[in-house]
T-cell receptor, first 112, second 113 residues
């Protein structure tokens, strides 16, 4: 199984809502990532978890809150987002020794 | 800071011709260089990668070359087909323990039938 599965595929939320994005992988990868991708731009790193501990936070606003409940799951909790946060949110995983990062299909988020 | 420059930003080729995309990285400690293909509305998918102890790698119609001295690596696609049309991103990483993949700005490749 070389899949990274993200849910939901699409999400529309208001600026006062609270929602969560979910990501799951069963490849035994102990590094998991959240990326944000705007149209026609490369993926932009947000957070990295290594062995279920947050190892990188790229100065992301606190309205984005990551969580790694176990070695297979990664969540991104969203609260009080702004319209400019609308983007494709990609989850990825890799071996901690580096190498290929496997991406999920992404959640297309629209903030209204 | 660390960055990866990628050129060209768009590339149109006739079906059957070759396409070349070039990237230059700034971090001399980078040792892993993947290339991702992203079709419209889909996830980035690895098409080929190279490590710093290798100068060239080939997989069927796709090849990557690396010049560590110049901090330069390139993607070569031969005998292009319409299904090669997509956005291609190069990336550079220091590898184990650092987790950061620094992506290039992307190249939109159009293969004209």
């Amino acid at each position: 199984d070389t899949e990274v599965t993200q849910t939901p595929k699409h999400l529309v939320m208001g600026m006062t809502n609270k929602k969560s994005l979910k990501c799951e992988q069963h490849m035994g990868h102990r590094a998991m990532y959240w990326y944000k991708q705007k149209a026609k731009k490369p993926p932009e790193l947000m957070f990295v978890y290594s062995y279920e501990k947050l190892s990188i936070n790229e100065s992301v606003p606190s309205r984005f809150s990551p969580e790694c409940p176990n070695s297979s799951l990664l969540n991104l909790h969203l609260h009080a987002l702004q319209p400019e946060d609308s983007a494709l949110y990609l989850c990825a995983s890799s071996q901690v020794t580096g190498g290929e990062a496997f991406f999920g299909q992404g959640t297309r988020l629209t903030v209204v | 800071g660390e960055n990866v420059e990628q050129h060209p930003s768009t590339l149109s080729v006739q079906e059957g011709d070759s396409a070349v995309i070039k990237c230059t990285y700034s971090d001399s400690a980078s040792n892993y260089f993947p290339w991702y293909k992203q079709e419209l509305g889909k996830r980035p998918q690895l098409i080929i990668d190279i490590r710093s102890n290798v100068g060239e790698k080939k997989d069927q119609r796709i090849a990557v070359t690396l010049n560590k001295t110049a901090k330069h690596f390139s993607l070569h696609i031969t005998e292009t087909q319409p299904e090669d049309s997509a956005v291609y991103f190069c990336a550079a990483s220091r590898g184990a323990g650092t987790y950061k993949y620094i992506f290039g700005t992307g190249t939109r490749l159009k293969v004209l039938a």
